[in-house]
């Protein structure tokens, strides 16, 4: 449990630290052209409320680790024959 934990930690550092630093030094330029832009859909206009966000985001992670837990099993299950 104590290799786990300090593996873990580690993971969860180096994932965090790289986030922040492509964050950092990215460059963003505002062009007032918002068919230049990658998420003109994600804005305002989307007309999505946010308790929705909140539950689609609840439920695809519900669904990413039953998935993750099932062929986990499965593999382990393959690996036992």
Do not use: E, F
Request: a positive charge; one cysteine or more.
């Amino acid at each position: 449990l104590g290799l786990r934990l300090i593996a873990s930690l580690i993971i969860g550092g180096a994932v965090n630290l790289m986030h922040y630093t492509g964050m950092l030094s990215a460059t963003y330029t505002y062009t007032g052209d918002i068919s230049k832009s990658l998420t003109h859909l994600l804005g305002p206009s989307m007309n999505i409320p946010p308790p929705w966000i909140c539950l689609i985001a609840m439920v695809s992670g519900v669904v990413m680790l039953l998935l993750s837990q099932h062929y986990s099993d499965l593999l382990y299950m393959l690996q036992q024959k």
